[in-house]
Each structure stands twice: as structure tokens, then as C-alpha cells.
């Protein structure tokens, strides 16, 4: 890790204030153009807080208290994990605390920079942690969550209206037709589950470097399969609760829509925690396997987002205070915050060097 470079505090604080200044300007030529266009904006917000304003107290309780599992047993997940790697150094507070932290930074930063954060946070943790055996620890706990990933689109690519329904009538008269598309469809499926296990058979792989609970399976399914199977458990809760307080309809398939869009929204998103683009995807989604209206699944997402930020960042602050204090706190969540920083920007520099390098092999 390079040394991250001093700024002056005075120089840092006028920096952040022209990038606000300069994204207020952005989103108030936005609405000043879609203004002039004909589009209601201020119609369309005040329409927007009405819905949001009909949740009650009690359903952001819930979710809240729904929310809060989600992240403690996710945490749980990675202290499994790295007690396996370093044991008698690992406590489990302050791995759930650097993990909450990350959540709640990825919520409001670009480029995952919390996942860096708590991973450098629990190198400041753990006496013999290092850079890789936090990588690695990494790799292990996403290879529950690779699985359920590639369980939820695949479900959803089969419960796709028309995927699979067959005319009888159809089947009678073309029979090559049909045998044709079954045969098609299955070696597509095959295609399909063979490179999404040798994702997961890579990140074991990897992960088996630094992963030392990946030696004991049984443990490994206690102590990290289990709770971060609970975690998911508890994601799709959150999403049930606040499709209910819309009056959607909550099923498995719904939240699985939900869940799934979501998920595609975070992996092509160039916004901070995916805002708008999580909007986009899940209003989408819930048009097609419910027919919910576009305003309604927007109100739906759009509160759902704002309740679980606001919550992911208090929970992470009064974590913080509580497990190391404001003062001590707030040095190691900044000292790994510029790491962060700096490890994403190194892995961008890499990236640009291998497309250079591959552009270059080409030319030759």
C-alpha cells in the first residue's frame, strides 16, 4: 500500500464544498430542463413524498430491526471467518463494526470503497492480518452470496412469462421445431451452469489461500454458510416488508425480482449506493412479474432506499462509538477510508495497464 499523500484540512474541506456546490448546480439544471420539456418535477417529488409519507412508524421499525440482522449476521459471516485464520485474535464486535461500517459507506460512495474499508479496517484489527489474507477472507464470504445470486437469476430466467410454455398443438405439428428449441434451451442452460461454477470454483480457489476455514467444511457451513444464509433470509424480509406497505403483492417471486434487479443495478452502476439506477431496475422488474405501476414501484424502491441508508449509517456511527470510541473511531474509519481510496485507485491504474497491454498485443 503507497503512502497516502498529506492534505491540507483546509484544502480537503474547500474541495468537498465546490463538489457539492457543483452537484447541486447538476441537478438543478436537470430539473430546470426537464421543467422546460413539459415534465412535472415538482408534481412528480410531491406525489413521491405523499406515498412515502404513508408508511407508519411501525413498518420502518420493523424493517429497521430486519435491517439490523441483515448486517450483524453478514458480520458474524466474516468473524467465522477470520477466527478460523487468526485464532485468539479476533473478537466479534469490532468485525461486526468494520463490516457495518463498509455497508453503510458503500451506501453513499462509488467503486465498492467500503468493502475496501472494512477489509483495511480488519488488518488494523487483527495483529497478523494482512492485505491478502483480508482478500481472502473476502473470497470466502462471497461464495455463499455468489451462489444465491446465480440461484435468484436463474429462477428468474425460468419464471420469465413464456420461457417454457409449449402449445400442445404446437409440439403435435412441429415436432423437429420443438425437440430443436428443448435440446437448444438445455445446452444453454449448460453453457450457463458451467461458467457460473467455475466462477464460484475460482473464488474457492483463491480464497482457499488465506480461507482456513475452507480446510474444515463443517465449520465453515456453521459458522459462515449459516449466518450468511440468515443475512439473505433477512435481505428478502426487509424487501417483504416494504413491498406489503405498498400494498404489493409479497411473494418469493416479487421478492426475488426485487432482489435480483437490485443486485444487477449494484454491478452496473456508475452512481454512489446505485440511486436511480436501483429505481430504474426494480420498477422495472416489478412491472414484469407483477404488474405494478411505475410511480408505485418507484415510491416503494425510493423508500426502501432511503430507510436502509439512513439506518445502515446510524448503526455503523453508534457501532463505532460504542466498540472503539468517537476519538479512536473516527481515526481508524479515516485512516482506512485514504487506504481505501488508494487501493481503488491502484486497481483502476492495473486495469488501464492490462487493456493497454492487450491493445498493444493486438496491433502487433
Sequence with gaps: MTTAAVEHPGKGRTRR???IGLWLLGVAAVVGILDLLGVDVKGWFSSLWTSM??????????????????????????YGILSAA?????????????YAVGVAMNNFLPANIGT?????MFIALIPAATLGGSIAAYLVQKIFFTIAGGVIYLYLFLSVPGSFDLNLGNISAHPVWTVGIVVGAGFLIAIAARLFWSKVKKLWEQAREGGAILAHPKRYLTRV???SFISYVFKFAVIGVFLAAFAIPVTFESMAWVAGSGSLANVASFTPGAVGITQATN???LDICCNVPNATAVAYSTTQQLVTT???????VILVIVVFGWTGGKALVSTSYEGAKEQVAEQKEARKRKRAEKKAQKEE
Design 53 to 78: 409519507k404513508s408508511v407508519s412508524v411501525g413498518t420502518i421499525l420493523v424493517a429497521i430491526v430486519l435491517q439490523t440482522g441483515q448486517t450483524v449476521f453478514a458480520g458474524l459471516s466474516y
Design 86 to 98: 487468526y485464532p485468539r485474535q479476533v473478537k466479534l464486535a469490532p468485525i461486526v463494526t468494520a
Design 116 to 120: 475496501f474499508v472494512t477489509l483495511l
Design 310 to 316: 439512513a439506518w445502515n449509517a446510524l448503526f455503523a
Design 283 to 285: 420498477a422495472l422488474a
Design 17 to 19: 464544498l465546490v463538489e
Design 225 to 227: 454458510f449459516l449466518p
